[in-house]
């Protein structure tokens, strides 16, 4: 985790919380040396975003300090445009991400749409992007600014095979301290030599060194250690429990056995640890059955698709029955959201759902 890099963010007792009901950290202390190449990782609602946060200034600590070095620069890859960037060009989008005039910007833009693999002409409006244009307009926003410190919070989810393959060229080659968000394991072993981990319970960050297959081994097994634990004082909390009722019927001195008994099973409940759980992208959700449905449910004769920036309508031929699948693949930009959005609605001029 680069051992030998100097210090350059420390946060040195930090507690946080979103009001009394929802605390985050808990006098939470860690080092970031310069050079690294770190995974953050937790569960969903630990609070992996809200560290971000807190290193960029977004978010202020209830408790505790977080040093950042003289100089250090650090750039985070927001996850949404602000209205007012709608309406800019592409080269205007990126001149925002500079204090100062950065002259003979128009490289540097190339160099960053290249590492998100996307085509963009500088003087195209903003707006006119698909949502995943956008998503990569953003993350190229944080990389063209070269910081000490980059930020990325799940890069790769509006990114296709080549976008990713791109990004992850740039992470190996970037010299400078670099913190990921990610449920992309591929992509994080890739380049990530260490990983802080956010263990929702205990509310405290736990830093792991090695690879990212290797740290989830080392937390896999804690984990299994931490059921094995829970296991064994079930069985020995179930065994007081009958023998605390047991005595308690006898009446007598044996109720005050009784009694103990039961203040020993408080305290081995006590005992018991609370498991983390690896992240989950997507919540459960169920489908509703139509059983009565029968014959075509969908047909599409034409769509449309993006083509050189511009619309262009497709016939086709295409019916779905129960139970049949179609996958829709492209690269991002060519409307893939946009075609099913349309057929959902029932807004679409080229597709039925009978």
């Given at each position: 985790?680069?051992?030998?890099?100097?210090?350059?963010?420390?946060?040195?007792?930090?507690?946080?919380?979103?009001?009394?009901?929802?605390p985050?950290?808990?006098?939470?202390?860690f080092?970031?040396?310069?050079?690294?190449?770190?995974?953050?990782?937790?569960?969903?609602?630990?609070?992996?975003?809200?560290?971000?946060g807190?290193?960029t200034?977004?978010?202020h600590?209830?408790?505790?300090?977080?040093?950042?070095?003289?100089?250090v620069?650090?750039?985070?890859?927001?996850?949404?445009?602000?209205?007012?960037?709608?309406?800019?060009?592409?080269?205007?989008?990126?001149?925002?991400?500079f204090?100062?005039?950065?002259?003979?910007?128009?490289?540097?833009?190339?160099?960053?749409?290249?590492?998100?693999?996307?085509?963009?002409?500088?003087d195209?409006?903003?707006?006119?992007f698909?949502?995943?244009?956008?998503?990569?307009?953003l993350?190229a926003?944080?990389?063209?600014?070269?910081?000490?410190?980059?930020?990325?919070?799940?890069?790769?989810?509006?990114?296709?095979?080549?976008?990713?393959?791109?990004l992850?060229?740039?992470?190996?080659?970037?010299?400078?301290?670099?913190?990921?968000?990610?449920?992309?394991?591929?992509?994080?072993?890739?380049?990530?030599?260490?990983v802080?981990y956010?263990?929702?319970?205990?509310?405290?960050?736990?830093?792991?060194?090695?690879?990212?297959?290797?740290?989830?081994?080392?937390?896999?097994?804690?984990?299994?250690?931490?059921?094995m634990?829970?296991a064994?004082?079930?069985?020995?909390i179930?065994?007081?429990k009958?023998?605390?009722?047991f005595?308690?019927?006898?009446?007598?001195q044996?109720?005050?056995?009784?009694?103990?008994?039961?203040?020993?099973?408080?305290e081995m409940?006590?005992?018991?640890?609370d498991v983390?759980?690896?992240?989950?992208?997507?919540?459960?959700?169920?489908?509703?059955?139509?059983?009565?449905?029968?014959?075509?449910?969908?047909?599409?004769?034409?769509?449309n698709?993006?083509?050189?920036?511009?619309?262009?309508?497709?016939?086709?031929?295409?019916?779905?029955?129960?139970?049949?699948?179609l996958?829709?693949?492209g690269?991002?930009?060519?409307?893939k959201?946009?075609?099913?959005?349309?057929i959902?609605?029932?807004?679409?001029t080229?597709?039925?759902?009978?």
């Open positions: 985790m680069s051992q030998g890099g100097e210090v350059i963010i420390r946060f040195e007792e930090v507690s946080f919380g979103y009001g009394h009901n929802k985050i950290l808990d006098e939470v202390s080092p970031i040396r310069r050079g690294g190449k770190l995974t953050l990782m937790g569960q969903n609602g630990a609070g992996k975003s809200t560290v971000f807190l290193i200034g977004a978010l600590t209830e408790n505790g300090k977080i040093h950042i070095g003289q100089g620069t650090v750039a985070v890859s927001r996850q949404v445009i602000p209205r007012a960037d709608l309406e800019l060009t592409v080269r205007e989008f990126f001149e925002k991400c204090s100062k005039k950065v002259y003979d910007i128009d490289p540097k833009i190339d160099a960053v749409l290249e590492v998100v693999n996307l085509n963009a002409p500088h195209r409006i903003v707006k006119s698909s949502g995943g244009q956008q998503a990569r307009l993350l926003s944080a990389l063209i600014q070269d910081p000490d410190v980059l930020l990325l919070d799940e890069p790769t989810n509006n990114l296709d095979k080549a976008g990713i393959a791109h992850t060229d740039f992470l190996k080659k970037y010299q400078k301290t670099c913190i990921v968000i990610s449920h992309d394991a591929g992509f994080l072993n890739s380049f990530t030599e260490g802080l956010l263990n929702i319970h205990t509310r405290k960050i736990e830093q792991f060194v090695g690879n990212y297959f290797d740290v989830v081994k080392q937390i896999t097994a804690q984990i299994e250690k931490e059921n634990k829970n064994q004082l079930a069985k020995e179930q065994a007081n009958d023998k605390a009722n005595f308690a019927m006898k009446g007598g044996m109720r005050m056995v009784a009694k103990r008994m039961r203040e020993k099973v408080e409940e006590e005992a018991k640890v983390r759980k690896e992240d989950k992208t997507i919540r459960n959700f169920t489908i509703p059955a139509q059983p009565e449905v029968v014959g075509k449910i969908l047909e599409i004769t034409s769509f698709m993006i083509k050189n920036h511009k619309p262009s309508k497709r016939k086709t031929n295409i019916s779905l029955k129960k139970k049949e699948h996958l829709l693949v690269p991002n930009g060519i409307g959201p946009t075609l099913l959005e349309t959902a609605k029932g807004k679409s080229g597709a039925k759902i009978t």
